[in-house]
């Protein structure tokens, strides 16, 4: 079987056995079954040696030249599948929407590929192939997979790094990158408005939360536009207002919840402070607004060397690919802790199936073109052996 095939059967098996973040053990196993009697390919996993207890680090190469860092993510998402296809998850409830069994599949075939490089002596130099867990959630501590994994020494070394992502919107044969921040900082904030309740029929002898929560909103949604300017992306959004138990009773407490998205550090913070300042300007009617704010995945910023690097390897592969220089929106992605810790890039890659035309990234019916994963696959590979034959060359 040629190597596409086999990524082929890899993505496939991996669709219809989804797990969850942090409970990827299936998948660590079936990821070290296709990496175990590779020449030059040591693995490595366990929470002592990567970090976590699930996912694994495969480094292949000598120990001997500085070091390269490939990443995929391997978690699926909470989403019943509706998608019929022969590969449908098995595992009900559970789906890989979101493509990191493509990424997982791809990294896996860059490793037979650079394995039998680096036998044939071809490549000399290090690669750190990084299959990471729960890239799509957080544990108790409010961590993702990629905050354990950083602290790892096996990947401390790295001068620089790389991962890609499908985009099922996106056509084959086209790609989204650029240098600079272009995945946003996500936060969450809550608000807990606390007031007095009391008989519905007598609200004046009550200080409704409600009420409260009426004239807090228009200011919570207008406050990005009079507050940034147009230039720095900003959103601020509600998922989630709790209260009330009775028709007739007005309730004492309000919580609202939501998601802050920024670019840059000096917006998230000031951001921070305008939550605050309308929580504050409550206080003139009574109620007293507490605001938790919880910073979560920052910006990730791809590094300019990184991104030339990268696209000079597409070009290598395909010089017809159509590179869109643009920010990739107001998404999240724990790709950023690497990227705020050593040199890296991200970018998306082109996998729009055609006869499937209703698709997004986390969408019950998700699905891609699979011939996305030789050019992903190829893309890596090529990153790698540039690097790796540049050192060799002294350049
Ligand atoms: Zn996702
Ligand atoms: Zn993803």
């Not at 095939?5 to 797990?19: A, D, I, K, S």
């Not at 409600?210 to 959103?235: D, K, N, Q, V």
């Not at 709790?242 to 000096?266: D, F, H, M, W």
């Not at 990227?339 to 970018?347: I, P």
Request: hydrophobic share 35%; net charge negative.
């Amino acid at each position: 079987m040629d190597l596409f095939n086999e990524m082929v059967t890899w993505r496939r098996h991996l669709h219809q056995y989804p797990e969850l973040s942090y409970e990827e053990y299936g998948t660590t196993d079936y990821i070290i079954q296709q990496l175990n009697s590779l020449p030059h390919v040591k693995i490595f996993h366990g929470k002592e040696l990567v970090g976590t207890s699930t996912g694994l680090i495969a480094v292949i190469g000598d120990g001997t030249k500085r070091g390269i860092g490939l990443r995929a993510d391997i978690d699926a998402l909470p989403i019943v599948e509706d998608h019929i296809c022969e590969y449908r998850s098995k595992h009900n409830g559970i789906m890989h929407a979101c493509g990191h069994d493509g990424h997982t599949a791809m990294l896996i075939g860059a490793i037979h590929k650079l394995s039998a490089l680096f036998q044939n002596g071809q490549l000399t130099g290090n690669v750190t192939c990084i299959f990471q867990p729960a890239e799509e959630a957080t544990d108790d501590n409010g961590r993702t997979g990629a905050e354990y994994m950083i602290e790892s020494s096996l990947i401390k070394q790295l001068d620089m790094i790389m991962a890609l992502h499908l985009d099922p919107t996106l056509p084959l044969g086209q790609v989204k990158l650029t240098t600079g921040p272009v995945m946003a900082n996500v936060d969450t904030f809550s608000m807990m408005i606390h007031a007095k309740g009391g008989h519905g029929g007598y609200p004046e002898q009550t200080n409704d939360p409600i009420w409260l929560l009426s004239l807090l909103l228009p200011a919570l949604y207008s406050m990005p536009g009079r507050r940034f300017s147009p230039m720095e992306p900003t959103i601020c959004s509600i998922g989630q207002i709790t209260t009330g138990t009775s028709a007739n009773v007005i309730p004492s407490q309000v919580k609202l919840e939501g998601t802050c998205r920024t670019y840059s550090e000096e917006a998230r913070e000031f951001m921070e402070q305008q939550l605050q300042q309308i929580c504050d300007s409550l206080s003139s009617y009574g109620g007293v607004t507490q605001l938790r704010y919880m910073k979560g995945e920052p910006q990730l910023n791809n590094d300019k060397d990184v991104v030339r690097e990268i696209k000079k390897s597409i070009q290598q592969i395909n010089p017809h690919v159509e590179i869109h220089q643009i920010p990739y929106g107001m998404g999240g992605e724990d790709f950023s802790h690497f990227t705020k810790r050593m040199k890296g890039a991200f970018l998306f890659i082109g996998a729009k199936k055609e006869e499937h035309i209703d698709t997004t990234l986390h969408h019950p019916s998700f699905d891609f073109d699979e011939k996305a994963l030789l050019f992903g696959m190829n893309t890596l590979v090529q990153f790698v052996i540039n690097q790796l034959r540049s050192d060799t060359n002294g350049t």
